[in-house]
């Protein structure tokens, strides 16, 4: 499998590896954030408290997926951690949304 | 997790010390920009009188702005408080009438006010010089300078980020950080400072926590943007609404018939005693002298921190003065009382002043966490160098590029903000008062400062370095009180001897300030002229964290 050759190549490079890392926990986690926020708390009737709460949410989720990212033991598991999930959300809301 | 700690600390940790430091003088920013201001210095009263004379200082500042502002739209006077001790009277432009609601003018779509100080007892108008103040230091914290203020705020939201990062990952690493808490180890090099790094931050973690989280929550409307879009496209609107609806510049046109306006002092008597715990120091009033004006009249904070310590208020017909419907404040829901909380909180509102020296000192501690947790990263990494080359010259190791950065950085990104934001102090008040574009060069001053403290950073010996920039900052803060004497001020023996806390509690503060950092350049002074005496003795067995 190419993608399984390259994620080895990228997990044995201690610069790739840390720099993937970055680059997920910045825009990763960032995307995760507002995904998850939205899913969970976009539709809360008062905008206001719609408003509120998923950004308090979003900041939360981010961090978690922040130090889940670099928390495992892998970067594949790293960057699959935040994608699964993220999937979930993104179709929870083309559902839902 | 011990590797994301110590390089997330690393990386914006400079970052994280001018938050915490600025963020910290922040808390007092009434008080330091009444001290930056030496002419306001004689409108101090006995804080007894303040009562039996609320009537009088009214009366005079009717004067001044029935003289200045006659056809002003709204006018306010926010009479002397524990915090600043001018009278201050203001009023919105006779022209911006003229523009809509929600005009771009002003801060958070408000028209500019215009704004006097006057001397509570006599009502002379004081003249005081312009200053950038604290609110350069306030701004500093949250948008840095010299930079659109957008990117500075994308910035400082990264730094809070990555610092609620580092305190989550510092828990986990430091899983003993409570009992780590009751040692402490002096004199013992580089446990010394872990031990130092983890009191300070075990003192006031739940501070760390939610300050850093409400941090980013009062970013949030530019840093989550694509979360507030959706559902709020003009992210003021939210904080608008957050507040209670209905905006503060909304100015209800007047009738055009002329109403002298009524005698105000007895209104502002019946709203101290409905709330005699916090009372009214606030008066604004609508249309002066038209048949609609009115008057309201409210506290400068409420007391419940749910409500965003929304103040009290009181509205009066203004030719009458019969008292009006007082619109109720809605409680908050759940999730909002949750938002105000944290983001009062983080501003400081509510704060009695116990309370404010508690959230400075909790300030303080952070700083002096992430100093800590700087001077640790370099000594962990650099403890082998200094003891082979401090000895023969002729043995020194070359020392590697990133290393020696992190030196500089350290004493500049400590020592040197310390010392910059003291020069700030000292050019507000020996620049002189009539120069042109003052303001931007005691701003000016500071980055000048702070750029030749890199330089000197840069090129000497490390721990003399250190020393001399802290020894630098601790006299600049120690002869604060001094220049403030003499440019001016109230002296520190006439501002105790009065009672004059909010000049005296900066004096004390820079001076304790100054005693700490001149003790701190004397220890570092003994160590780096006795070489290696403890503290860059690297230990025998690694230590969790590293």
Same mark, same amino acid.
């Given at each position: 499998?190419?993608?399984? &050759? ?10 790739? &590896? ?80 | ?25 922040? !808390? ?15 409108? @101090? ?16 500042? =009717? ?20 915090? !600043? ?6 009023? $919105? ?16 779509? =408000? ?67 409570? =009992? ?93 005693? =409905?709330?005699?715990? $916090? ?15 009115? *008057?309201?009249? $409210?506290?400068? @904070? ?111 990104? *400590? ?39 890199? !330089? ?43 009672? @004059? ?46």
């Amino acid at each position: 499998m190419k993608m399984r &050759n390259m994620m080895d190549f990228a997990e044995k490079r201690p610069g790739m &590896n840390i720099g993937i890392r970055g680059i997920l926990a910045v825009f990763g986690a960032y995307g995760f954030g507002v995904l998850g926020a939205r899913a969970f708390a976009g539709g809360l009737s008062p905008p206001l408290d719609a408003a509120a709460l998923s950004v308090m949410l979003a900041f939360i989720l981010e961090a978690g997926a922040i130090i889940w990212v670099f928390a495992a033991s892998t970067v594949a598991r790293a960057a699959m951690g935040l994608a699964a999930p993220a999937a979930l959300f993104g179709a929870w809301l083309a559902v839902a949304g | 997790m011990a590797w994301l700690h110590t390089w997330s600390g690393l990386l914006l940790g400079w970052l994280m010390f001018l938050i915490f430091v600025t963020g910290s003088l922040s !808390f007092f920013r009434s008080e330091i920009n009444f001290w930056m201001r030496p002419e306001l210095h004689r409108a @101090y009263r006995a804080a007894g009188g303040a009562k039996a004379d609320s009537a009088r200082m009214i009366a005079h500042a =009717r004067r001044v702005l029935e003289q200045e502002a006659p056809d002003s739209p709204q006018w306010q006077i926010s009479l002397p408080g524990p915090r !600043f001790p001018a009278l201050s009277v203001s009023w $919105r432009a006779s022209e911006s009438s003229a523009t809509p609601p929600g005009g771009r003018r002003g801060h958070v779509g =408000r028209p500019a006010m215009k704004r006097l100080l006057l001397d509570p007892s006599t009502g002379d108008i004081l003249k005081a010089r312009e200053t950038a103040g604290a609110d350069f230091l306030f701004r500093l914290h949250f948008q840095l300078y010299g930079i659109d203020a957008i990117t500075g705020r994308w910035i400082i939201g990264a730094g809070t980020m990555v610092m609620l990062i580092a305190l989550i990952s510092g828990v986990i690493v430091h899983r003993n950080i409570f =009992r780590d808490f009751f040692t402490f180890r002096p004199n013992k090099g580089k446990r010394s400072w872990m031990d130092a790094h983890v009191l300070t931050s075990a003192v006031s973690l739940p501070f760390h926590f939610v300050i850093a989280f409400s941090g980013l929550l009062l970013l949030a409307g530019q840093l989550m943007w694509p979360v507030m879009h959706g559902l709020y496209p003009d992210a003021r609107a939210f904080v608008i609404e957050s507040r209670g609806g209905r905006a503060r510049f909304d100015i209800e046109p007047p009738s055009g018939t002329r109403v002298p306006l009524t005698d105000f002092a007895p209104l502002f008597e019946t709203a101290r005693q =409905r709330w005699p715990e $916090r009372p009214p120091d606030t008066i604004v009033i609508t249309n002066p002298g038209d048949s609609r004006a009115s *008057i309201e009249i $409210r506290q400068s @904070y409420g007391g419940r921190l749910a409500n965003r310590a929304a103040p009290e208020r009181l509205f009066f017909d203004g030719a009458g003065g019969e008292l009006l419907d007082t619109p109720k404040a809605e409680a908050p829901s759940a999730i909002l009382a949750v938002w105000n909380a944290l983001t009062a909180l983080h501003m400081g509102r509510f704060a009695t002043p116990a309370q404010r020296w508690l959230l400075f000192f909790a300030g303080i501690c952070g700083a002096a966490m992430v100093a800590s947790g700087l001077v640790l990263w370099r000594i962990s990494r650099l403890g082998k160098h200094d003891e082979k080359s401090s000895g023969e010259a002729g043995e020194a190791l070359r020392m590697p590029f990133g290393c020696r950065l992190v030196e500089v950085f350290n004493v500049a990104g *400590i020592a040197g903000l310390l010392a910059a934001i003291g020069v700030y102090f000292w050019g507000c008040r020996l620049l002189p008062g009539d120069l042109a574009l003052r303001v931007n060069w005691e701003i000016a001053l500071f980055f000048i400062a702070w750029g030749v403290l890199l !330089f000197h950073a840069a090129l000497a010996r490390h721990l003399s370095a250190w020393a001399g920039q802290l020894a630098f900052s601790g006299i600049l803060f120690a002869f604060l009180p001094l220049l403030n004497g003499l440019t001016g001020g109230a002296s520190l023996f006439r501002s105790i001897a009065a009672g @004059y806390w909010q000049v005296a509690g900066f004096d004390l503060c820079a001076l304790f300030a100054g005693a700490l950092l001149l003790f701190a350049a004397w220890k570092v002074h003994g160590r780096a002229a006795g070489g290696l005496s403890g503290a860059e003795r690297p230990l025998p067995q690694p230590v969790a964290g590293n």
